[in-house]
C-alpha cells in the first residue's frame, strides 16, 4: 500500500527565511513517481515538479529545491528566501502506475 | 491551449438532489482523474477513466457517485441523492498519458456544497 506523510501540518515563516517542507512515502514497487503541488488561498492546483525513482539527483528551480533520497523514502522541498505569495497549502504526492496518493498537506503561512 | 475546465466551479444542492460535475480536459488529453477534498484535508482519488473507459474507480464510493467520460464531451462526476457529507471540492485533472508516467494537469476545481 501506498503512503504519504507530510508530518508537519502548518508551518510559520517570516518573509526571507529558508524553509523545508518534509514529505516521507512508502511504497513496495521499484518504479514510482513523486510530486509537488501548490495550493493557494484561490484554490488551484499547481504542479511544481515531477520526479521518477531512477532519478534521486537533486532539483533547483529559482528559489525552490527539492531533495530526494531512496535511503530515507524522502522527497523534501525547500524555499529559500521565502515570499508572501509562496503562502499556500503544499501537497507531495506518490503515484505508481494505477493511482495517485496524495499527502495531506502542509500549510505554509510567509508573514511580512 | 486552454487548461483543464471545470463546471459549474461552484454548486448548491439540497440533501436529496442530484450533482452534475463536468471537466473538459486539455487539449489531446485522453486521461481523466477525479479527486475529492474535504474541507481541511488532503486530496483523495476517486476514478481513472480514458475514453469510454473506466480504469480505476478503487477510490469512488460503490453507491450514488458515477464517472462517465465519453467519446464526445466533457467527463461528468455524478453524485446522485447527495448527503451532507458530499459537500467538498471536486478536482479533475487530465494527461496525455497513464497515471504515474506523465504530469497531471489540474482544473480549477468544483466546489460542492450541500445544504
Known amino acids: 500500500a501506498q503512503k504519504v506523510t507530510q508530518a508537519q501540518t502548518e508551518i510559520s515563516v517570516v518573509e526571507k527565511e529558508d524553509v523545508t517542507l518534509d514529505c516521507v512515502y512508502e511504497t513496495r514497487d521499484t518504479t514510482y513517481y513523486l510530486f509537488w503541488y501548490k495550493q493557494p488561498p484561490s484554490g488551484e492546483l499547481v504542479f511544481l515538479i515531477r520526479r521518477n525513482s531512477f532519478d534521486e539527483q537533486n532539483e533547483i528551480s529559482g528559489r525552490y529545491s527539492w531533495n530526494f533520497q531512496k535511503s530515507t523514502s524522502s522527497f523534501n522541498f525547500t524555499i529559500t528566501a521565502s515570499q508572501v505569495v509562496d503562502s499556500a497549502v503544499y501537497f507531495c504526492?506518490?503515484?505508481?502506475?494505477?493511482?495517485?496518493?496524495f499527502g495531506a498537506g502542509t500549510r505554509l503561512t510567509v508573514k511580512p | 491551449n486552454a487548461g483543464v475546465m471545470q463546471n459549474p466551479r461552484h454548486l448548491v444542492r439540497r440533501r436529496g438532489q442530484e450533482a452534475r460535475l463536468r471537466c473538459s480536459p486539455m487539449?489531446?488529453?485522453?486521461?481523466v482523474y477525479w479527486y475529492r477534498q474535504l474541507p481541511e484535508e488532503g486530496l483523495k482519488f476517486m476514478v481513472y477513466l480514458q475514453k469510454e473507459n473506466i480504469i480505476d474507480e478503487s477510490g469512488m464510493p460503490k453507491e450514488r457517485f458515477s464517472a462517465e467520460f465519453p467519446k464526445e464531451g466533457p467527463s461528468i462526476l455524478r453524485i446522485q441523492q447527495v448527503v451532507r457529507g458530499d459537500s467538498a471540492a471536486y478536482f479533475c485533472?487530465?494527461?496525455?498519458?497513464?497515471?504515474?508516467?506523465?504530469?497531471?494537469?489540474f482544473g480549477p476545481g468544483t466546489r460542492l456544497t450541500v445544504l
Open positions: 485533472a487530465s494527461s496525455s498519458k497513464g497515471l504515474g508516467y506523465n504530469e497531471q494537469f
Open positions: 504526492a506518490l503515484s505508481e502506475a494505477d493511482d495517485m496518493r
Open positions: 487539449k489531446g488529453h485522453s486521461h
